[in-house]
């Protein structure tokens, strides 16, 4: 890799990772485009790391958020009638259970350019599926992150699954599901933004973990410009995603990723 190409996989990293239209597909898309191997280790390591760079931004502005999750005293409202540590937990367990379970295999089926590219269009059906049933009257109950209940972070953390299938996207499966549980888009992706955090930094610090052998000093200017560009790219791109989702449908970006695949489908014939 060189200076140009890092730069733009982390802005592709940035602009991608919260929005409902795969990371994952792009980046593979990208690095095709590039000229770069998709079973490059480096490659690999680099993807790992501007993804730790979307994750700090998500922690920077939420910062507060966090640090409230763990007062178990004070705050304007008691621990448990707020967003806390269980919600986090909730909509944690069970793609963390079923990913240990299923690591393997799914990274044996899953990892590839045309299951991404499956999942890019069922994954866009499933976000028009979920505004089409949260469009009915009185299905939004919930438009304050702070006011989502146990429940429905558990019914977000149990579409959190489909995430595990690269190209799904994390931020597509649990804001739809956090649309049929009742909840708002925006303050669905609020929460699914917060509970990304411990997860994708497991998973991220795992997987630098195993490829630790495939990294070297003089990769490390390269590494680093890629990190700070995902993580400024990323911090415009939720303030803006959040923005709007206030003003517009997930259909919207559920065409998109039809119209992507079919770049993607044409991209892979040639």
């Known amino acids: 890799m060189d200076f140009i190409s890092s730069i733009i996989m982390g802005i592709i990293e940035g602009l991608t990772e919260f929005l409902p239209v795969s990371s994952t597909g792009h980046m593979i898309l990208t690095a095709h485009l590039l000229g770069l191997s998709e ?104 438009h304050d992150v702070d006011d989502i209940t146990y429940k429905q972070a558990f019914v977000v953390g149990l579409f959190q699954i489909l995430a595990l299938w690269p190209g799904f996207s994390r931020s597509g499966s649990t804001i739809s599901g956090g649309l049929f549980a009742g909840v708002s888009r925006v303050a669905a992706a609020e929460f699914t933004f917060l509970v990304s955090v411990p997860i994708m930094i497991g998973a991220t610090g795992y997987d630098l973990y195993k490829s630790i052998d495939h990294l070297n000093t003089s990769d490390f200017p390269i590494f680093a410009i890629g990190f700070i560009a995902a993580f400024i790219v990323a911090m415009l791109a939720i303030k803006t995603f959040l923005s709007i989702l206030k003003k517009l449908s997930l259909t919207v970006f559920a065409v998109y990723r039809f119209v992507l695949a079919a770049v993607f489908f044409i991209i892979l014939m040639m």
Do not use: C
């Open 39 to 142: 079973d490059n280790e480096s490659v690999k390591t680099f993807e790992v790391v501007v993804q730790l760079g979307a994750v700090l931004a998500v922690v920077v502005l939420y910062w507060n958020k966090f640090i409230d999750m763990f007062r178990f005293t004070g705050g304007k409202r008691s621990y448990t009638s707020r967003l806390n540590l269980i919600h986090i937990f909730l909509a944690m367990v069970p793609a963390v259970v079923i990913g240990l379970v299923f690591r393997d295999w799914i990274k044996a089926h899953l990892f590839g350019a045309q299951t991404v590219l499956y999942s890019l269009v069922i994954g866009g059906i499933l976000m028009i599926v979920a505004e089409r049933w949260s469009h009915r009257s009185e299905r939004i109950t919930t």
